[in-house]
């Protein structure tokens, strides 16, 4: 009883995504799916779960071959899947999500309402949120989202269980419930396919581990017999990030200045500064206005009455993206879906800021190339379309779009989520680099507050649109513990 | 003439009348034409105290808007009906509703298939029927002749077509190499005639077709850089001005009278003011031989470049006039303006009724 | 796109699906008359394409925009153009220069309330513009009315059936307007912003281009560019009424589409539009020419624009 | 709880208008309300009404329909046809329902399987079908049973039967709209990639939604028949863009998931109805169409508007209340 996937090998055009890759999942085993980016792990997890075809070698679930490329069949061997991207419908609620695949009907056609609401709720009960199954998707909070989208993989009673990243947006009592949830899983004696970046995540909750490179199993075994260390260098990357001391950030003066922020609705107004040679985070459970925060420094979002920010003295004009950008200030998302021109090429892409702007010279091929293979990024040629690419490197691409902008701030919206090890590495110089040494303002958020407390000079913890905390390298106060116990305290004692 | 059917609704009492003017489609200028010459009328009517409303109203949604239209201008409390129809079937159980609750309805331009209506229609058999004899005749009774028709699906056009083959099955040395839509379009028509000139180049002696399109399909001659052949015309001046510019053009121009609209009125407010219908006049509806109560509006003008009164449709009400008299009709209006012939109320007591 | 070439000669020659259709058409046509390749019949339909063409060139500046970005008000702009072309300038050429200003003003103002509709009032675009496009219809007929046709002039007169060196003036035209819409998408500011709005729309605004003015530009220059097109129909067939620029709505979407640019917005060019042009154009000009009835005519042109779209612009998978 | 159903709900707008639409036809035309102009007016929107409801399945698809009107003109004259060739009555609404669901599978596997753009390849076949009825009848003509033309020109109970029939169109759509097709149908339209990961086969649901929609353009078509009692090869050609303008007016996103038939028909009843505005201010001919259009355009604007915002209105209340019974649980 075990899914099999034998010698599968996928092409994309040019790329070969997987090359004769085999792996097994028994029961009770959760395995771990390891790689740098764009080694192969999302493919090998859309093929066994009917979302890709394979171009060659089989699926065989219990025996019983994948015949198609189809989830629906997939689904109905057994085989549960959890997208990074999600699965989840956000004009339907989310009982109607969850009974999408497989619609409990009366009379052979009709929806049978009551049937679907019963079993929604008893799908949503294990998540511990039966009460939101009438509200629409696209309304709940990111982690909600994630939490439903595990219901959903669950509640066709899957014998194997496929995660795609599914913990990098969850908060860490979601990460729990995800948890208790998967030890049931195993201890019923199903299996599960684990793909992560996070190795601590790695380790708590699988035994064996498939290790990729550049489509290639490069590693099968127990993961009790692998160190961190080999896992990253198998990554990719060369070294696992040692968070070198950084130098003391240049004692910059204040480069931004935002007065009567409010965060979050109904708030009480804040003031930040950020000074330039900084690398600042802003912390903090999600959803507690660090998005409003850096959308409104990048002009992504209206003002709300009474905020006002300026950039070295000249206020900006908040809620004009153009005019901001022309100021000085770059964005840089970790969602893909805002931040990438998929069907433009690589080299039009970098170039985009500068077509928007007037008055920057064009950056010529050699700069982009050089600003690429600062960051090692893989790639067929900068004419070929960005969207080709894995997602990790798509992101570098973006971030090295701003080293060819050299802006005064850099807002950085979680911009290393779902990249590998190395790939983060790259980036994280490249950003201390444009601080400490070009001198811009770096205002960063992560999904990983262990990134947060490596990268930072800085970090503000918020909490319900409030600074709960400020630590600081310098002070010695920043650590990941901090971080998190920053806020947890507050958690506790609402 | 009591027991006719279409009468049974004209006692509506002494007036002035309240009568509601349904146009099926307002697109081109003879439409507007069309509905000018009613809206003129009425207000000569109104004037003289003979009715007190004309509501008029166009559909902008083909047929099935018109039924709404109808059915609206019933709810109005109007005592009779003119309607010219988009299409003729579609409307008829509006039309009955409206006879059986006692609207009187008569039917401009083109005919309804129904004896408690009465139709006052233009001639297409006329139309064409001139305009194909005049071609025949312009390339010395044998050749070829390609034909550009108005729009597949419409009634008047359908009825034209039928005026043409049996004028065509009536000349065996003519063939008809090809006939094809234009949708009463220009554009279409001058795509159309340009392919049928690489299709049968030089075969072509000489060119069918309706109005609206001429101006187009000479275009395509023009650009081609090929002599024109006779071909059949329009009746609007700036046609009559093309053609009179250019010496060379053998044309024709069957005047279709978008007057036909006032004169159904007129003939409408005479019927409810208590004229008696001269039953003479009557003749079989296009549409439905079996029913006797159509009025058909000649055409009133043939033009040729030098009048030709010797033709054999010529008569007193098709009049067969010169180029130069046709344009002098027009004279003062715009380049758009159709060659038109509408009847004063006198006129129309005089010719229709006794 | 060189470089493009450079990495795959064979594979990534441009307009090939268009191309070859053309170059079937064209075999077709000669089967079914040999005259169908003679200078006469190629101008007539070269002049054809042109004014097909140049009526695309709005609808393929908004198509590229992407974000379910269509302009459904082109054939009531080409409408009330013509209309006011023929009752303004008369059968004189002195008033051309100021009708011509008032009519390519007034396409740039009503695409620029379908503009305002989209981007302000976040409409789609599919229901501003044919919203509008019920509007201006009204206003052709109020105008022809206060205003009726008149004959035109001998400079539009020329546009329609004279010729330039041998060339009709509507391919001189329609070439001038290839030319400049493909340096415009190309090389100017606008251009390229117009790709990357059309690509992403949130990722253009977060890279700083002004989607805004990028939106109401590409409208406005559709009204604009309709409003020419109308002014050479109204040259092709010297004379207007009020149903006249109606086909063209469809058929300026169907050249786009053919020509390949992608409904999604953020791909294609205007050359492969002039394309789709002449193949729309080929096979009305090879079906009148088969002297088929309407109702064949109409449901082969019918099966073989399924065929073209089969083999120029499926969506992807 | 209820009362936010009902205004947050995408057809609440469309009703509005259209009530409004109808308060003031009525109110300029009080005769309306006649059992006679009731059945005139009903008789003239059947088709249109049960058409909007095919192309609401288009929408629902995110796809769209643009052969909805040659497709009603087809049936029309094909029943048309059997009837003149002695077919009985239920033969011949047998056969053009099945006439439709061809149709609708013609459209259907052109979109679904061959992964056609839906607006043009539904505009290809608009010609094709244009042909067969120019094929079958070149001119308006030809008669359908007599009996039948009554029955729909008719009243019982002083409702006009038209009406009564629509309830039954109604009654049908309600039947669509509690299946479990309609949900499946939802979901591909609002997010086809999702549906698919999601375990759905998203292409046969495209198709069967243009069958589905094929089987409203037969009856559709039927209607017509029925009501006009005479085939027109052009009579339903207005019907493609009044579909769209209805069931966007009645709240269908083009963008697919989201809208409802009965919003659909509300949309389409309005703009039914803005012909008669403009006979109610009694304006000039010439005019007519120009006032018709603005109160489209403002139809379409404000309904759009108006919905979106009311949807938010009702979001943030949900979300706020979200965040109140966190407060309280903690
Ligand atoms: N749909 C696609 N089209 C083209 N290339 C693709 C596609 N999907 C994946 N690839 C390519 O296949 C390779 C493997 O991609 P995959 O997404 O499986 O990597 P990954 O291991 O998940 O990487 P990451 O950690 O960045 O998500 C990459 O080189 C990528 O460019
Ligand atoms: N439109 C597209 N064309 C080509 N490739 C694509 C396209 N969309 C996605 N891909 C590829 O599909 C794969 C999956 O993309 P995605 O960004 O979701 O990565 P992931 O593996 O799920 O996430 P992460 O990068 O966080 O590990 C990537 O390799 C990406 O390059
Ligand atoms: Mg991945
Ligand atoms: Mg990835």
């Not at chain 3, 690509?199 to 989607?211: D, E, K, L, T």
Request: hydrophobic fraction near 50%; charged fraction near 15%.
């Amino acid at each position: 009883m075990t899914l099999v996937l034998q010698g599968i090998s996928r092409d994309f055009g040019p790329v070969r995504a997987l090359d004769d890759v085999s792996l097994a999942i028994g029961p009770g085993e959760c395995r771990a799916l390891y790689g740098g980016n764009g080694s192969g792990k999302s493919t090998m997890a859309k093929i066994a779960s009917g979302i890709l075809s394979a171009g060659a070698g089989r699926v065989l679930v219990d025996d019983r071959p994948l015949a198609r490329t189809s989830p629906a069949e997939a689904r109905a061997l057994g085989v549960g899947i959890t997208f990074q991207e999600l699965s989840l419908i956000g004009e339907l609620t989310t009982g109607e999500n969850l009974v999408l695949a497989d619609v409990p009907r009366r009379f052979g056609f009709l929806l049978d309402r009551r049937g679907a609401d019963a079993a929604a709720h008893a799908a949503l009960k294990r998540v511990g949120l039966a009460g939101l199954r009438g509200r629409r998707v696209e309304l709940l909070q990111t982690g909600e989202k994630y939490l439903v989208e595990l219901a959903k993989a669950l509640q066709s009673h899957p014998r194997y269980l496929i995660i795609d990243e599914l913990t990098s947006a969850m908060h860490a009592s979601e990460v729990e419930i995800f948890a208790g949830l998967l030890a049931e899983h195993l201890a019923a004696g199903g299996g599960a396919l684990f793909v992560s970046h996070r190795l601590p995540e790695l380790r708590r909750f699988c035994n064996t581990i498939s290790v990729l490179r550049n489509g290639k199993l490069v590693f099968e075994g127990a993961l009790a017999d692998v160190a961190d260390d080999d896992l990253v260098k198998w990554a990719g990357g060369g070294h696992r990030d040692e968070m070198p001391a950084s130098r003391a950030p240049l004692a910059g003066e204040i480069r931004v200045q935002a007065t009567g922020l409010r965060p979050l609705p109904g708030a009480r107004p804040i003031n930040l500064a950020f000074r330039s040679g900084e690398i600042t985070g802003i912390g903090g459970l999600p959803d507690q206005g660090q998005k409003h925060i850096q959308r409104l420094l990048a002009g992504l979002q209206p003002a709300v009455a009474g905020e006002r920010v300026t950039l070295s003295g000249a206020a900006l004009a908040l809620g004009d993206s153009a005019a901001i950008a022309a100021q000085g200030i770059s964005f840089v998302s970790g969602d893909r879906d805002e931040m990438v021109f998929a069907r433009r090429t690589i080299r039009e892409n970098m170039q985009a800021p500068f077509v928007a702007m007037k008055g920057r010279p064009m950056p010529d091929d050699a700069a982009i190339l050089a600003a690429l293979d600062r960051l090692n990024t893989r790639h067929a040629g900068i004419d070929r379309p960005i969207g080709g690419l894995s997602g990790g490197n798509q992101q570098k691409i973006l971030v090295a779009r701003c080293l060819l902008l050299n802006p005064q701030v850099i807002v950085a919206e979680d911009c290393t989520k779902g990249i590998d090890v190395a790939s983060r590495n790259d980036v994280h110089h490249l950003l201390r680099e444009l601080a400490h040494v070009q001198g811009a303002a770096v205002i960063v958020t992560s999904s990983d507050d262990q990134e947060l407390a490596g990268l930072c000079d800085r970090v503000l913890v918020l909490d319900g649109g409030q600074v709960i905390a400020e630590l600081s390298k310098v002070e010695q106060t920043l650590d990941a513990q901090a971080i998190v116990s920053a806020y947890m305290k507050q958690e506790r004692a609402a | 003439a009591d027991d006719l059917a279409f009468l049974k609704n004209v006692d509506h009492g002494d007036g002035p009348f309240k009568i509601g003017f349904s146009n099926g489609f307002i697109g081109n200028a003879w439409r507007a034409q069309h509905v000018e010459g009613v809206e003129k009328a009425a207000a000569e009517l109104k004037e003289a105290g003979l009715v007190s409303d004309v509501i008029v109203v166009n559909s902008t949604s083909g047929a099935s808007g018109q039924i709404a239209q109808i059915n609206s201008l019933l709810a109005q409390g109007i005592d009779a009906l003119v309607i010219n129809p988009v299409s003729a079937e579609p409307l008829m159980p509006i039309v009955q509703r409206a006879v059986d609750s006692g609207v009187l309805v008569v039917v401009a331009d083109n005919p309804l298939p129904m004896d408690n209506v009465l139709n006052v229609s233009l001639d297409h058999t006329q139309y064409w029927g001139i305009s194909t004899e005049w071609l025949i005749d312009a390339i010395g009774g044998k050749g070829n002749i390609v034909a550009i028709e108005g729009l597949a699906g419409n009634t008047a056009n359908d009825w034209r077509v039928r005026a043409r083959d049996a004028v065509l099955a009536e000349h065996p040395d003519v063939t008809l190499l090809s006939s094809v839509i234009g949708g009463w379009d220009q554009a279409q028509a001058r795509e159309a005639m340009a392919g049928l000139l690489t299709a049968y180049g030089d075969q072509i002696n000489g060119v069918l077709i309706q109005e609206v399109m001429n101006e187009g399909a000479i275009r395509a001659y023009k650009a081609a850089g090929v002599a024109v052949p006779p071909l059949t015309g329009d009746y609007v001046l700036s046609y009559l001005k093309l053609w009179k510019a250019d010496p060379e053009l053998q044309s024709v121009a069957v005047a279709n009278p978008p007057g036909v609209g006032s004169d159904a009125l007129r003939i409408t407010v005479e019927l409810l003011s208590g004229g008696t219908l001269d039953t003479e006049k009557l003749v079989a509806n296009p549409l439905n031989a079996d029913f006797s109560n159509t009025i058909l509006i000649p055409e009133p003008y043939v033009v040729e470049r030098e009048a030709n009164t010797t033709r054999p449709w010529c008569s007193e009400q098709v009049k067969c006039i010169s180029l130069d008299e046709a344009i002098a009709l027009l004279d003062g209006q715009s380049d758009a303006a159709s060659l038109d012939s509408t009847l004063t109320q006198d006129e129309v007591r005089a010719l229709y009724f006794k | 796109m060189t470089a493009l070439a450079r990495t795959h000669p064979l594979r990534r020659i441009p307009h090939a699906g268009s191309l070859g259709m053309i170059l079937l058409l064209l075999v077709a046509g000669r089967l079914v008359n040999p005259s169908f390749l003679s200078p006469m019949n190629l101008w007539a339909v070269l002049s054809v394409s042109a004014l097909l063409a140049v009526a695309s060139a709005g609808q393929t500046l908004v198509i590229l925009s992407g974000n379910q970005g269509i302009d459904l008000s082109v054939g009531a702009i080409m409408t009330l153009t013509a209309l006011m072309v023929s009752g303004m300038a008369g059968s004189s050429d002195e008033a051309v220069p100021l009708t011509l200003a008032v009519v390519l003003a007034l396409g740039a103002l009503i695409g620029l309330a379908n503009g305002i509709g989209v981007r302000f009032l976040a409409l789609y675009p599919l229901v501003v513009t044919l919203g509008v496009s019920f509007v201006i219809e009204g206003l052709a007929l109020v105008y022809a009315q206060s205003q009726p046709p008149q004959m035109p002039g001998p400079l539009i007169e020329s546009i329609g059936i004279g010729r330039f060196f041998g060339i009709p003036w509507l391919v001189v035209i329609g070439a001038v307007m290839t030319v400049l819409m493909t340096l415009l998408l190309r090389f100017t500011r606008y251009g390229r912003q117009l790709y990357l709005v059309g690509s992403n729309i949130r990722a253009a605004q977060m890279a700083g281009v002004p989607v805004t003015r990028v939106v109401l530009t590409t409208y406005a220059a559709s009204g604009l560019l309709a409003a020419v097109a109308g002014v050479l129909l109204y040259g092709y067939v010297a004379s207007a009424n009020l149903s006249i620029g109606a086909p063209y709505t469809m058929m300026t979407i169907a050249a786009t589409v053919i020509g390949g640019t992608a409904l999604s917005g953020g791909s294609g060019s205007f050359i492969g539009t002039v394309l789709g042009a002449v193949i729309f154009s080929l096979i009305s000009n090879l079906l009148i020419m088969l002297g088929l009835g309407p109702a064949l005519r109409y449901a082969i042109s019918g099966l073989v624009l399924i065929a073209v779209l089969f083999a120029t612009s499926r969506d992807a998978a | 709880m209820m009362l936010r159903q009902v205004w947050s709900h995408p057809s609440f707008p469309a009703g509005v208008l259209a009530v409004l639409a109808l308060v003031f036809a009525l109110s300029v035309n009080p005769g309306l309300l006649s059992t006679g102009s009731m059945i005139g007016w009903s008789t003239s929107q059947l088709g249109l009404w049960t058409a909007v409801l095919g192309q609401t399945l288009a929408l629902m698809g995110r796809g769209i329909d643009l052969s909805v009107g040659a497709g009603v003109s087809l049936v029309n004259v094909a029943a048309i046809a059997l009837f003149e060739a002695g077919w009985p009555t239920a033969g011949v609404i047998v056969a053009m329902l099945i006439l439709g669901l061809l149709i609708g599978a013609a459209n259907g596997a052109l979109i679904g399987w061959l992964r056609l753009n839906p607006l043009l390849a539904t505009f290809a076949t608009s010609f094709v079908l244009l042909g067969l009825t120019l094929q079958i009848r070149s001119a308006p003509g030809g008669s359908a049973p007599m009996a039948a033309v009554m029955f729909m020109n008719g009243a019982t109970w002083g409702i006009p039967n038209a009406m009564l029939v629509f309830v039954l169109v109604l009654l049908l759509w309600g039947l669509v709209a509690r299946s479990a097709f309609w949900l499946r149908l939802r979901a591909t339209g609002a997010d086809p990639v999702r549906a698919w990961n999601s375990g759905l086969p998203t292409a046969r649901i495209k198709v069967m939604s243009y069958v589905m929609a094929g089987f409203f353009t037969a009856l559709s078509g039927l209607f017509v028949t029925f009501c006009v009692g005479a085939g027109d090869p052009l009579f339903a050609q207005p019907y493609t863009l009044l579909t769209i303008a209805g069931a966007v007016i009645g709240g269908v996103s083009l963008g697919g998931g989201t809208g409802s038939g009965y919003g659909a028909v509300l949309g389409a009843v309005f703009v039914g109805l803005t012909s008669d505005i403009a006979l109610g201010i009694g304006v000039s001919p010439f005019w007519q169409q120009l006032i018709v259009g603005c109160v489209l355009l403002t139809g379409l604007a404000v309904v759009v508007r108006a919905g979106r915002w009311l949807k938010a209105k009702s979001d943030s209340t949900v979300t706020r209340s979200a965040f109140e019974t966190k407060g309280k649980a903690a």
